[in-house]
């Protein structure tokens, strides 16, 4: 059975940090991407960064960028995201999700559009305050 469970959430006052991270279980882990999102109130979810563990390529949205930092560690099928400089605008319940990195012999590389993801984890609070 595929798990994830999003992890690290909290309140923390702007220019905070926090470290979120994405346990992953059920399934071949370095074939995956494993990607963050984020919904805000009112809001529609948001994609924010995804790593792909087969060849280690990064993405961020360009909202992120420079703030937060994806990472992967494959011996505990984890990975994080850490979030620095926070803002009140970061407030949002964050998911982690995956899909599959790989299509046949050749490398895939998803966009941050959260169709592209098939499995989902449950969501973790962050709440920045001003």
């Known amino acids: 059975e595929v798990q994830l469970q999003a992890s690290g959430g909290g309140l923390v006052q702007a220019g905070g940090s926090l470290r979120l991270s994405c346990a992953a279980s059920?399934?071949?882990?370095?074939?995956?991407?494993i990607g963050w999102f984020r919904q805000a109130p009112g809001k529609e979810r948001e994609g924010v960064s995804y790593?792909?563990?087969?060849?280690?390529?990064?993405k961020y949205a360009d909202s992120v960028k420079g703030r937060f930092t994806i990472s992967s560690d494959t011996a505990k099928s984890t990975v994080y995201l850490q979030i620095s400089r926070l803002k009140p605008e970061d407030t949002a319940v964050y998911y982690c999700?995956?899909?599959?990195?790989?299509?046949?012999?050749?490398?895939?590389?998803?966009?941050?559009?959260?169709?592209?993801?098939?499995?989902w984890g449950q969501g973790t609070q962050v709440t920045v305050s001003s």
């Open positions: 999700a995956s899909t599959l990195g790989v299509v046949g012999d050749a490398i895939y590389e998803p966009t941050l559009n959260s169709y592209e993801f098939d499995y």
């Open positions: 790593i792909n563990n087969k060849d280690g390529t990064t």
């Open positions: 059920g399934f071949t882990f370095e074939d995956y991407v």
